[in-house]
């Protein structure tokens, strides 16, 4: 399956049953660099829209929402360790977590490559 | 910045500089400032420590003041303009050395602080009975409005609006800056120099001081609209010099446990509980003259009943401003007023303000940050040492 995008800027992706999620790269870019990282415990349950995790950077702290209501099965303790890392690869090895959907339909309602494009082209 | 219109806001000289070197505006103090260039915040910061850094700070006031009283030059010309500057803020200003800049504040009738600011001295003799003001940008309306109000028949305030301000931080700040203006090397700390730059005939009036808000060695050169750009542009060339924005300056004036007017010190706190009493005259805490001089004798005596005081988070998560501080058993005894991540302290770092029985170093509170306690404990400030060049 291809990525897909909300509008706060996470991106999610299939793998396996469940769905990574982490922040967009333009996302990051705006963020600038990133200096904290505080992510779920395995095992929570989130519904779409929940604060999730949190991101900071050296002038601002932001929430990560969950783009789909879920469990999370597996968090990425090497960005809460190096968070930097999310300024060098938000969209590969710097993911947040997996969540293993309870409602996968919910993805229907967000944005592809092309239409997360022009929704952060203007934002 | 998308969004919104930049029309509105002011620019200084170096706004097309600014934009060609890709920097990310924002607004502030009505001023379309950079906040930070391509290079980002933490690049930025760690370059200003490391070697030095070019900081646009035009949007701060400047102004010459003029004594009514006694003619430039004369005999006294200095005692005349300093006694109208002292009933106003508590600074030793009439001692102050000749080519000596002053850290100091002006003060409300309740003894809060209206600004924060820097008043410097001429060295030459010809100029004595002149001033040299530094104020923040948010408060030079008020401040300007203030001092003609109250001291309009003592003083000539000359705003200087032809005048930007470009600072220049950091340990190779000094090699830097000789190079274009020799002698400013050999100043040290807290000292002003009037140079002609570029150093040919008809070159323009450039007020060099060595100080700064970086905690860093480093200059401020107040130079004619005319060559803000110019200069900007000779200082870029030199190979240790890379541009910072306002965001990386947040970072650096908060690791050196500097206050930001608004924020830090406000028309509430009193210089005392703002931990600035180096801000009071020795002589003057004596003799009062100021306004609010009942509640700052009366704090320099008793004690503030609350305290400006450095914070660690225990961590790695910053605590922000406006996060309320804990003691131990839950109850609230104060807020962080600014906070955030220090990169050369390589872990979070704030500063706030908490009753003043919580105020000794080591002291463990917590800091609530998204509903949860953040264990703290109070710490010294600067978080990085000051490297300010003495001589």
Request: net charge negative.
């Amino acid at each position: 399956m291809t990525v897909k995008y909300t509008e706060d800027h996470e991106w999610v992706k299939a793998e396996g049953d469940a769905y990574v999620i982490g922040v967009s790269k333009h996302a990051a870019e705006q963020l600038g660099d990133v200096v904290f990282v505080e992510l779920p415990e395995v095992g929570k349950t989130f519904a779409k829209g929940d604060e999730m995790a949190v991101v900071e950077s050296v002038k601002a702290a932001s929430d990560v929402y969950a783009p789909i209501s879920g469990d999370i099965v597996e968090v990425n303790s090497a960005i809460v360790d190096e968070p930097a890392k999310v300024n060098e690869d938000p969209q590969g090895a710097a993911w947040f977590v997996k969540i293993k959907p309870s409602n996968p339909s919910e993805l229907d309602a967000l944005m592809d490559e092309g239409a997360y494009k022009d929704f952060a082209g203007n934002s | 910045m998308p969004n919104q219109d930049y029309n509105e806001l002011k620019k200084t000289p170096l706004y097309d500089l600014h934009l060609s070197l890709g920097a990310k505006m924002v607004e502030f103090a009505g001023y379309a400032m950079p906040v930070q260039y391509p290079a980002g915040i933490l690049k930025e910061h760690l370059h200003t420590r490391e070697k030095a850094g070019l900081f646009d700070v035009s949007h701060m006031g400047q102004a010459f003041l003029h004594s009514l009283e006694v003619e430039r030059g004369a005999p006294g010309a200095h005692e005349a303009i300093a006694a109208a500057l002292e009933t106003l803020m508590p600074g030793e200003i009439s001692k102050l050395k000749k080519g000596a800049a002053r850290y100091t504040v002006l003060l409300s009738e309740a003894g809060g602080v209206l600004d924060d600011l820097m008043v410097s001295r001429p060295l030459r003799d010809d100029l004595q009975g002149m001033m040299f003001l530094v104020v923040n940008a948010a408060r030079k309306k008020e401040d300007f409005a203030l001092i003609q109000q109250k001291l309009g028949d003592r003083v000539r305030l000359d705003i200087a609006h032809d005048r930007a301000l470009l600072a220049v931080q950091g340990p190779k700040a000094a090699a830097v800056v000789s190079r274009l203006i020799p002698g400013a090397a050999e100043q040290t700390f807290m000292t002003m120099r009037g140079y002609s730059w570029p150093a040919v005939d008809n070159g323009a009036y450039v007020v060099v001081s060595r100080l700064g808000y970086t905690g860093e060695d480093g200059f401020e050169i107040s130079v004619p609209n005319s060559h803000a750009e110019l200069l900007a542009k000779a200082l870029l060339a030199a190979p240790e010099v890379e541009p910072v924005g306002l965001g990386a300056r947040d970072s650096l004036r908060l690791e050196a446990g500097l206050c930001l007017y608004g924020h830090d010190l406000t028309p509430e706190t009193s210089p005392i509980e703002g931990n600035i009493a180096f801000a009071v005259g020795k002589r003057r805490r004596e003799e009062g003259g100021f306004p609010g001089a009942e509640r700052i004798q009366r704090e320099l005596i008793e004690g503030p009943k609350r305290l400006r005081i450095g914070l660690k988070p225990e961590g790695r998560a910053p605590a922000r401003e406006g996060a309320e501080i804990q003691s131990v058993d839950g109850q609230k005894i104060g807020e962080v007023t600014s906070g955030g991540f220090g990169p050369s302290a390589g872990a979070p770092v704030a500063m706030g303000y908490v009753e003043a029985g919580f105020s000794k170093t080591g002291t463990q509170v917590n800091l609530i940050v998204r509903g949860k306690p953040l264990p703290a404990i109070v710490a010294d400030m600067p978080f990085v040492p000051h490297r300010y060049y003495r001589g």
